[in-house]
């Protein structure tokens, strides 16, 4: 089991940039994709971004392309999430979760460790 603890949420205002880091322990986490997903009060837990085992390739729900960049180092086993031009529509819980899988995987029934969740802000 890997253990994620989640940093970096807080209050921003519209157009504002805020980056989301992921600190994982566990030896086996360079071997697994990694993801960001968020959620709102009385929705359904949506992907935002996944990152592949190595890094060399991502994907991005269709509302954060361009505008948020996930990254991870599995030299420091750390996931980032990179989120700029935040709207108000960003304001949710994020979440830092590890894939079963080693490629990218979008479902979260196929992602088995999570974080505590950090809450981002975005006023208008």
């Known amino acids: 089991q890997v253990q994620l603890v989640e940093s970096g949420g807080g209050l921003v205002q519209a157009g504002g940039s805020l980056r989301l880091s992921c600190a994982a322990s566990g030896r086996t986490f360079s071997n697994y994709a990694m993801g960001w997903f968020r959620q709102t009060p009385g929705k359904e837990r949506e992907i935002v971004a996944a990152?592949?085992?190595?890094?060399?390739?991502?994907y991005y729900a269709e509302s954060m392309k361009g505008r948020f960049t996930i990254s991870r180092d599995n030299g420091k086993n750390t996931a980032s999430l990179q989120m700029n031009s935040l709207k108000p529509e960003d304001t949710a819980v994020y979440y830092c979760?590890?894939?079963?899988?080693?490629?990218?995987?979008?479902?979260?029934?196929?992602?088995?460790?999570w974080g505590q969740g950090t809450q981002v802000t975005v006023s208008s």
């Open positions: 990152i592949s085992w190595s890094g060399s390739l991502t």
């Open positions: 979760a590890k894939s079963k899988y080693s490629g990218i995987e979008i479902r979260q029934y196929d992602y088995d460790d």
